[in-house]
């Protein structure tokens, strides 16, 4: 079992920058995604970004302010940068990956992130 514990989130304002951090419990090989999803109030969780060694997808409204970044094989970050309140919402970190040739999906607890004046 995998576990994903998120760091890095709390209150900015417009404009500011925030890095969110991702640790899993075990190695995650590179070949496997692994990134973030969000969720707002009263809405769906969305993508935000994801990267393996094969890709790296962004969400396409937040291509340019957001970066995701994998430095080893049990963390991934996310740098956020000219933050907006619409950008308000626990941000989750997400794994993919085979277990007993099953591709499955963990999930970490989350982390809120409130951008307001």
């Known amino acids: 079992q995998v576990q994903l514990v998120e760091s890095g989130g709390g209150a900015v304002q417009p404009g500011e920058s925030l890095t969110l951090s991702c640790a899993a419990s075990?190695?995650?090989?590179?070949?496997?995604?692994m990134g973030w999803y969000r969720q707002a109030p009263g809405k769906q969780r969305e993508l935000v970004a994801t990267k393996s060694s094969i890709s790296t997808d962004y969400a396409d409204s937040l291509k340019g302010r957001f970066t995701i970044s994998r430095d080893n094989l049990w963390t991934v970050s996310l740098q956020m940068n000219d933050l907006k309140p619409e950008d308000t919402a626990v941000y989750y970190c997400?794994?993919?990956?085979?277990?007993?040739?099953?591709?499955?999906?963990?999930w970490g607890q989350g982390t809120q992130v409130t951008v307001s004046s």
């Open positions: 997400w794994a993919e990956l085979f277990v007993a040739a099953s591709l499955r999906e963990y």
């Open positions: 075990q190695a995650i090989s590179s070949t496997s995604p």
